[in-house]
């Protein structure tokens, strides 16, 4: 057979549904038969049912028939309301042509990415950080430049430190908050001084805002509140988090370049054609209904009890430590004293968390190599799992009697 093309394997992947398909095989395999289960605390999506109403929206999507394309960038109405509610947190309004609808967040890198990046253009990213940023910078040729988001900084880093990584091939800069996988928030001033950056450089920026709602303290601070900023940067967000609707497949991309609309709508009618119908009057419904609101706040409320008994658990077991984090469900957990008394990699660690205490987790290195000295917990599962899982987490270590 003729080979593959010779950026197919530089491919990334998000190592997590890997971990997912191996730990549901060792569950069904090993742990099954003798009458055990796992606990599961890595899953990166909501724990709530999709809100009634909206379900209900798109069944009667279907039910009236609106089964066939739609216009490459969506239905008017519903980017119509995206626009409305991405203008609440930028500093100049947007209208429904600056929106594109996408199945999902992650078409937004994938588009913005291949409209921008050369072989050997080089994209700021933040390290740990969501991996499918490196991976399509990757298999597109370019270069990435991790920016490491330091654990004694709640998870930000310096405008020194972004400044040491452009270079004149310095293309995109990639913002994510609240993030995953640290669930640190940006300051107020740190977003202010990336924007001066940015402008001063003239560099385009890819603001990933997909856990804009579930923020803890404080409010949601776009980059795009800044002046100069909307007309160089593409904010990406979606459905899939704040209204538990992952499987829908729903998100968009706003920006206030035309250019980059354009483009952005020639690559999603290259590659989709579309969003599926039904999904996007869900979509709208999601942001529109009445009792949607009321259905976010909830969740956000219960996320933030779950969050505070999972950072009290945590920092009670020798040898982990966690910052109580600001936003998304995550929870980045330092675990370097622990790796080093068993000189075992996160990886192994994980691998051992999840066949002695049989509670899975994730390693911080399948966010980057900064996230070597951590593990990913979230805290989307209810507070009995939680509670269940670290019991187990904290016997598991005190039968090994670590000498920390
Ligand atoms: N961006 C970040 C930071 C994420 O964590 C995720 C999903 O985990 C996405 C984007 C992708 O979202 P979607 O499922 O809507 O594609």
Not at 136 to 150: A, N, S
Not at 218 to 243: D, Q, W
Not at 320 to 346: E, Q, W
Not at 363 to 385: A, I, M
Request: hydrophobic share 40%.
């Amino acid at each position: 057979m003729k080979p593959f093309s010779s950026r197919l394997p530089r491919l990334g992947t998000e190592n997590a549904f890997a971990v997912i398909t191996k730990a549901k095989k060792f569950e069904r395999e090993v742990l099954q038969p003798q009458g055990k289960h796992l606990v599961y605390l890595q899953i990166g999506e909501p724990g709530f049912d999709t809100p009634e109403n909206i379900n209900k929206a798109a069944i009667r999507a279907i039910k009236d028939n609106q089964t066939h394309y739609t216009a490459t960038p969506g239905i008017h109405e519903l980017r119509e309301a995206v626009a409305r509610e991405s203008s609440r947190n930028s500093c100049m309004p947007y209208e429904a042509e600056d929106v594109v609808i996408v199945p999902g967040g992650k078409p937004v890198m994938f588009y913005m990415i291949q409209a921008l990046i050369d072989p050997g253009d080089e994209v700021i990213i933040p390290n740990p950080g969501y991996p499918i940023y490196g991976s399509v910078t990757e298999f597109l040729g370019g270069k990435v430049v991790p920016i490491q988001l330091k654990e004694e900084n709640n998870f930000n880093f310096s405008a020194e430190e972004l400044e040491r990584c452009i270079t004149p091939k310095t293309k995109l800069i990639i913002v994510n908050s609240p993030q995953n996988p640290t669930g640190g928030v940006y300051t107020k001033e740190l977003l202010g001084q990336i924007a001066e950056i940015a402008i001063r450089h003239d560099l385009w920026v890819l603001s990933d805002e997909i856990y804009d709602k579930i923020v803890h303290d404080g409010t949601h601070v776009s980059i795009t509140s800044f002046a100069g900023m909307p007309e160089r940067t593409v904010l990406l967000n979606g459905c899939s988090k704040a209204y538990a609707m992952t499987g829908y497949r729903v998100g968009w991309s706003v920006t206030k370049n035309r250019e980059m609309a354009i483009a952005l709508e020639r690559l999603a009618c290259n590659d989709v054609s579309c969003v599926n119908t039904m999904a996007q009057f869900a979509a709208l419904e999601a942001l529109t209904g009445s009792v949607t609101q009321k259905a976010v706040d909830k969740m956000v409320i219960e996320y933030r009890q779950r969050r505070d008994l999972m950072v009290k658990l945590v920092n009670e077991i020798p040898g982990m430590r966690c910052h109580s984090p600001k936003g998304a469900f995550y929870l980045m957990v330092n675990v370097r004293r622990l790796l080093d008394a068993l000189k075992i990699t996160g990886a192994e660690f994980c691998d051992r968390v999840m066949k002695e205490a049989n509670v899975l987790i994730l390693p911080g290195t399948v966010f980057g190599l900064f996230g070597d000295d951590f593990v990913r917990f979230s805290y989307v599962s209810t507070e009995e799992k939680i509670k269940e899982g670290l019991a187990r987490i904290r016997d598991w270590i005190q039968k090994i009697a670590l000498p920390l």
